[in-house]
């Protein structure tokens, strides 16, 4: 991002988080004027303010936050008038030791100084750009689908085979489910793997899984049952070639009327 970039937002926030609230420096494109104000660590709130950001402001917002993923990061992504600037921790460190040389740590003065490093070193950043499944799993989960996109019919068949999918079995009046016993377990291990990493990386998914463990699935089976959504997703973007887009995702949730978006106070795990 150039200097020359910084004029097409509308207002750039500073933001240090927090495990059950956030401080957050916020100035005004125009005026150049800055505020500060504690946000607390839930979905309704955040919401609650980033939309009053966007009724004030308009346009797009920079955020400069101290990490690239995480709980807060998952639901700012949601809006697609929110651009994220992870600032690195040590950079941040020296930007403060420059300022306060006792070594002295004040949250509100860091989410200041977040937003003082981006609008004063544009250059220096750039905007976050979320993979999807990162250098190690990625790999493994283009040979799990492969190149030949007719090879299964529906995601169904994908989650079946991966042993995914659970297994019912009736007899008479009764009937059990219990895990699919044949089948790759590699590829079963690969997709579960995929879907424990997305836990914290993505909103939609971390209130999936804390919903299951709730319910008093342990954490394996909850990951499965994460990796048989994920499947049906990935399923979709391979046989149409797009990229998984976690706001649009999020979007059709609404729209959905999906409890997955509904109002919830966030857990760390």
Same mark, same amino acid.
């Given at each position: 991002?150039?200097?020359? %970039? ?35 660590? %839930? ?44 600032? %690195? ?110 836990? %914290? ?69």
């Amino acid at each position: 991002m150039s200097e020359d %970039n910084l004029s097409q937002y509308s207002a750039y926030i500073g933001l240090d988080w927090a495990d059950t609230k956030h401080d957050v420096c916020v100035q005004s494109a125009k005026s150049g004027e800055r505020e500060f104000s504690v946000v607390k660590h %839930n979905p309704v709130a955040l919401d609650e303010w980033v939309k009053d950001l966007r009724k004030r402001f308009g346009g797009m917002i920079a955020v400069a936050v101290e990490l690239s993923k995480g709980p807060i990061v998952s639901v700012l992504q949601r809006y697609d008038f929110v651009v994220i600037f992870p600032i %690195n921790p040590s950079t941040l460190a020296k930007y403060r030791e420059a300022f306060q040389p006792s070594g002295a740590k004040d949250d509100p003065t860091d989410a200041e100084l977040a937003l003082d490093l981006l609008v004063r070193h544009p250059h220096r950043f750039k905007p976050l750009q979320p993979q999807g499944a990162g250098s190690s799993l990625a790999p493994r989960l283009l040979v799990a689908f492969g190149e030949q996109r007719d090879r299964f019919g529906s995601a169904a068949d994908i989650q079946m085979y991966a042993g995914i999918a659970p297994v019912t079995e009736r007899s008479g009046r009764k009937h059990w489910v219990h895990w699919r016993w044949q089948c790759p377990t590699f590829l079963r291990q690969t997709f579960v793997e995929w879907a424990a990493q997305t836990i %914290n990386k993505s909103y939609w998914a971390g209130q999936f899984y804390y919903q299951q463990r709730e319910k008093g699935l342990t954490y394996q089976a909850a990951c499965r049952s994460l990796a048989f959504k994920w499947i049906r997703i990935a399923y979709r973007c391979w046989q149409t070639g797009a990229k998984y887009d976690e706001s649009k995702y999020l979007k059709a949730l609404e729209r959905r009327g999906s409890p997955l978006v509904a109002q919830r106070s966030a857990k760390i795990a």
